[in-house]
Structures are given as C-alpha cells and as structure tokens.
C-alpha cells in the first residue's frame, strides 16, 4: 500500500503513518469496521463488480440515488430513507404493462387455478 501523506516533516509522516496502520489494526483486532457513506459504499461495489453484465444498471441506480443520500453514512440508511426517492409503482399501472407485454387483456380481479 503506498499513500502519502502530504508533509515534509517526518513527525508529521510518522505521526499519519501510526493513525493508518492503526485504522487497519482496529477492525482486525477489534472487529470495529469504518464508517462509510452511501457514495464510498457504491463506489467500492462498482470497483468489486466491474466483470458483470449488469453494471450499467448499478452505475444508473448509484447515478439516481447519490445526489440524495451519498452523504448519508451506511447505518442511517434504510428502507425509509431510499423509499423517498424511489418511483412509486401503482398495481394497475404494473398490471397494464404486464399485460401488454405479455400480450393478454388486464386481469378482472378474478384468478384462474393453475395447472
């Protein structure tokens, strides 16, 4: 690992070199993991994922979710947090769909027994 630290005095370098092998020594000895934001958290999942197929569909979500809770750290985020910013799906508007692209007339209400 190579990082610097951007002084000139060793005090200083030695100083900020102990504080990061101590942040790597924490969570191995302690099991206490760094706090991370939302954006620090999508970028690292992007870096991990880079061979799937779907990553132009995370880049999209992470691109959609980010302006809004990027700041955020991992543990104040949750269901309610994202739900403010999903779309909100209506059940008509996904049965007309469905049934448009499968190409059958929308559901009445009643249900068929499958076999």
Known sequence: MAESCGAT???????????????????MAFGIRPTRTFRQAAIKYLDDTQHKRSL???LYAFNHAIPHVGH?????????????IRRPVA????????????????????QRSRR
């Open 9 to 27: 005095n060793l005090a200083v370098a030695e100083h900020y070199l102990a504080f990061c092998l101590n942040e790597i020594r924490k969570p």
């Open 56 to 58: 132009k569909r995370y």
């Open 72 to 84: 955020l750290h991992l543990d104040h985020n949750h269901n309610d947090t994202l739900a403010q």
């Open 91 to 110: 059940r008509t508007e996904f049965q007309t769909i469905r049934s448009t692209k499968l190409g059958s007339p929308p559901s009445t209400g009643t």
